[in-house]
């Protein structure tokens, strides 16, 4: 067969067919594959949707302002807060053993008991804030907790620069103190702010060094006011803010959105055992450490106004026995004989909700704004007593530590309460036990020189009944001006006190 037969023979016709059904084919699929692109349907899934987000430039801008506000204000403050490196030393003896084993068993051979004394240092680290200037000092406001067992204070300025500092004064009931150090530099002060115009939701931003990373910035919310219960007894109505707080923050600015120091971070709450922030800061209102900061200037110390009074939270019992549902303040539970309160007219039960025409809410604001006074200033307490309204005006006086704890002078020297089942348990009294419960009786106090005891059942006071808080304290004022005894049950014996005489 010659070549032009097998082009036109069947079967050289099938295979012709054929290549050409694949040529098209894989042009077909080459085709498909070029007008897709792989890579990018793979990113489209990783990412769906991602070609089609757009961010808003109208939002990008409010965003791109608050970030420039945050860093103006990390700016703004960063150099007017440093860190406070402390040393704390301590000294102890310690046994030579140098003769061993001669002056083990045998003593020393030079006679003076053989101790030595060593040296034991300690380092801290903490905040301050850079809050006034004369001349060339400088004075920074930190935490008494800070410093207050430091031998050696050290100044870490915000540009790396240490300077030696020392302790200007110190006060434990607010937990404040003041140190000083000298400078040519040009430094700048923190500004202070209104902790009184701080409210819940405002934006907190906690400058300090926390960890013992110096100059850090985080950035919250202010969770709460008013908060009470702070560490060590500090009586400060401190600020709660979720801003990050940890260890070495002490001492350092709490400051709102304008940079203004509203707070001085403090203390945390936390569930850890190495005190790690959970979102639970606490701040001490700058407000607070106004003053504090003259007196510390001027004196060293903080000096305190003395109403004279010992006072507690009315519970829910004793609010309800003496009509005082609903009402904020403090009780007067004890009144100092000879006090500024004494001699203006308060007395025990007296419920306290306003100074000077501002509301108390509670036992450590009242503390607080009384402390604030000035000796010689006359003041004008709002009471509720006995259902009724009274203002009161007090000449305050200069509080003296040794006087506010002379309990000798503490009228009456007890805590009565109402009888409740839960008291019933507390104390073991029986079901049917009438009268008011003593909770409470202040060594040496009149109460206790009478011989009233913690578990007795008061139902009388000098001869009259009394069976209920709101009769005692009415008898306590009518007919105590002279003397006071009690009638009371304790345990199957009814008894009469000794009768204590002012």
């Known amino acids: 067969m010659n070549f032009s037969q097998r082009l036109s023979s069947r079967n050289f016709f099938i295979f012709n067919l054929v290549l050409l059904g694949a040529i098209f084919g894989f042009s077909l699929a080459f085709l498909s594959f070029s007008c897709s692109n792989p890579f990018k349907t793979a990113k489209a899934q990783n990412n769906p949707g991602y070609s089609d987000v757009v961010i808003p ?78 001349g060339s000092t400088y004075y920074v406001l930190t935490n008494n907790h800070v410093v207050q067992d430091a031998n050696e204070i050290i100044v870490a300025l915000n540009d790396g620069k240490e ?42 931003i906690a400058v300090g060094n926390p960890l013992g990373y110096m100059s850090s910035v985080t950035m919250g919310i202010v969770s709460a006011v008013g908060r009470t219960g702070g560490p060590g007894g500090n009586i400060n109505d401190f600020i709660q803010t979720d801003t990050s707080i940890n260890q070495g923050n002490s001492g350092g600015a709490l400051v709102n959105i304008r940079g203004e120091v509203i707070g001085i971070n403090t203390w945390i709450a936390s569930n850890s055992s190495g005190g790690g922030s959970v979102g639970l800061g606490f701040a001490i209102p700058i407000n607070n450490a106004k003053r504090t900061i003259d007196d510390f200037i001027n004196s060293g110390e903080v000096s305190y106004g003395w109403l004279g009074v010992s006072l507690s939270e009315a519970d829910r019992d004793t609010a309800q026995a003496l009509g005082l549902e609903g009402k904020r303040g403090a009780l007067a539970a004890q009144v100092f004989l000879g006090s500024p309160a004494d ?27 009384v402390g604030d006074l000035k000796p010689g200033e006359r003041a004008t307490f709002t009471v509720i007593r006995a259902g009724a309204t009274v203002d009161m005006t007090v000449r305050i006086e200069a509080r003296n530590n040794e006087t506010a704890a002379e309990n000798s002078k503490l009228w009456p020297g007890l805590i009565p309460v109402p009888i409740t089942d839960a008291v019933k348990n507390a104390l073991n009294l029986d079901k049917d036990a009438k009268g008011l419960a003593v909770i409470q009786v202040i060594p040496n106090s009149p109460a206790a020189v009478v011989g009233l005891l913690r578990g007795d059942r008061i139902t009388g006071l000098n001869g ?39």
Do not use: C
């Not at 939002?59 to 007017?80: D, H, I, M």
């Not at 140190?179 to 115009?197: I, K, N, Q």
């Not at 007219?345 to 450590?364: A, C, K, S, W, Y």
């Open 343 to 369: 001699k203006g007219g308060i007395q025990p039960g007296d419920f306290i909700t306003h100074l000077n025409g501002r509301e108390m809410r509670g036992v450590n604001p009242l503390m607080l704004a």
């Open 57 to 134: 430039e109208d939002a990008l801008k409010v965003a791109e302002g608050l970030q420039t506000v945050f860093r103006s204000v990390a700016g703004k403050v960063l150099p007017s807060v440093v860190e406070l490196k402390t040393v704390s030393i301590r000294r102890q003896q310690t046994p030579n053993f140098n003769g061993i084993p001669w002056e083990f068993f045998f003593g020393p051979r030079d006679g003076n008991g053989g101790n030595q004394e060593r040296e034991f240092r300690s380092q801290g680290l903490g905040s301050g804030i850079i809050v006034r200037k004369d």
């Open 464 to 502: 009259e009944k009394v069976q209920d808080l709101a009769a005692f304290y009415r008898v306590l004022r009518e007919k105590a001006g002279k003397e006071l005894w009690f009638d009371v049950v304790r345990g199957e014996n009814t008894l009469e006190t000794l009768k204590f005489k002012r």
């Open 163 to 204: 300077i030696p500092a020392k302790l200007i004064g110190k006060d434990e009931r607010k937990d404040l103190a003041l140190v000083s150090f000298s400078s040519d530099d040009h430094l700048p002060l923190a500004e202070m702010g209104d902790s009184d115009a701080v409210r819940v939701g405002d934006w907190a």
